[in-house]
């Protein structure tokens, strides 16, 4: 698999990401020398923070653009990362703040230390890529539905910072799949309804320890504290347990999301839970439950 652009010499002067004045963007693999503003001339573009698509400056309308990422770039440590490339690219919803890592457009990876295995379980298909990065997919009906207790979305026009998610789920059906030794798992979060939001968290297999003896542990925990999803608890029979701040979260609360589906896959197992009917305040938060299990997962 082949990166989209590599940073190469030419006549004797290396090939430099460009960017666009202060207007928060930068775009990269234009290789046709002048040096140009022209955003449709390089290979990709994160436009983040005040940049705005309508400046009308020659760059504002790169397809691969839309609405900017509130995210800032990163700290030393990390760095804007495209987690989607959807048929109506959004930097607003394409790039999280992540560890650098080797992965094109296209989800290839690439490079010395990216490797892939795929493994098959429950009908579903565990896929891990370079390093921790992990997904988790279930064919539909396959993942077993839960009650929830509780769904609390916040958000906040003034800052994204103050965005949070907290998720309850109780019920005798919660079984365990052990996402330390397969693979991590996923949360998806969407709605059809108001803003009409769909986003998948990564939960890497290395964030998650066991609760109790390894050998029969009574669930498991998931912890990454400078993520968008913070912390997740799935203990047998009992309690999901989901909680997530921060402007990486990507719900939108400008209309009403009613009804809220969730969706976790840990290891071998998943689950699904359906919140409906709940209290809306526009921009502000959705709070549901409890909602009784939905008869099928999606």
């Not at 928060?24 to 940049?51: I, R």
């Not at 996402?179 to 059809?192: E, M, Y």
């Not at 320890?209 to 542990?217: E, S, Y």
């Not at 402007?247 to 009613?258: E, I, K, R, T, V």
Request: proline fraction near 9%; charge should be positive.
């Amino acid at each position: 698999m082949n990166p989209d652009f590599v940073f190469t010499y030419s006549n004797g002067q290396p090939l430099i990401p460009m960017v666009v004045g202060q207007c928060g963007m930068v775009c990269w693999g234009h290789v046709n020398p002048p040096l140009t503003s022209d955003a449709s001339q390089y290979t990709d573009c994160v436009a983040y923070l005040n940049y705005r698509v309508n400046s009308g400056h020659a760059a504002a309308n790169p397809m691969f653009a839309g609405n900017p990422t509130l995210l800032q770039p990163g700290d030393g440590t990390m760095s804007l990362t495209r987690i989607l490339m959807d048929p109506t690219p959004d930097n607003a919803t394409d790039f999280a703040l992540r560890p650098p890592s080797a992965m094109n457009n296209a989800g290839g990876c690439f490079g010395a230390g990216c490797s892939t295995t795929t493994t098959t379980v429950s009908g579903g298909t565990t896929t891990t890529a370079i390093g921790s990065t992990t997904t988790t997919t279930f064919p539909p009906g396959l993942a077993t539905p839960v009650a929830g207790a509780k769904l609390v979305l916040k958000t906040s026009p003034k800052s994204a910072a103050k965005k949070s998610l907290a998720v309850l789920a109780r019920d005798a059906a919660i079984t365990l799949g052990d996402p330390v030794a397969h693979g991590g798992g996923s949360l998806r979060v969407f709605t059809t309804a108001g803003d009409a939001f769909d986003h998948t968290y990564l939960l890497p297999a290395a964030r998650w320890k066991p609760i109790g003896k390894a050998a029969a542990p009574k669930g498991f925990r998931y912890s990454d504290p400078r993520g968008a999803i913070r912390l997740v608890i799935v203990k047998q029979g009992k309690i999901i347990k989901i909680g997530g701040a921060g402007g990486q979260l990507m719900q939108s609360l400008a209309a009403n999301p009613d009804p809220v589906h969730v969706f976790l896959a840990a290891g071998t197992e998943a689950y699904c839970a359906l919140f409906q009917g709940g209290k809306f305040a526009a921009s502000k938060r959705y709070v549901a439950g409890p909602s009784s299990a939905p008869v099928a997962c999606p």
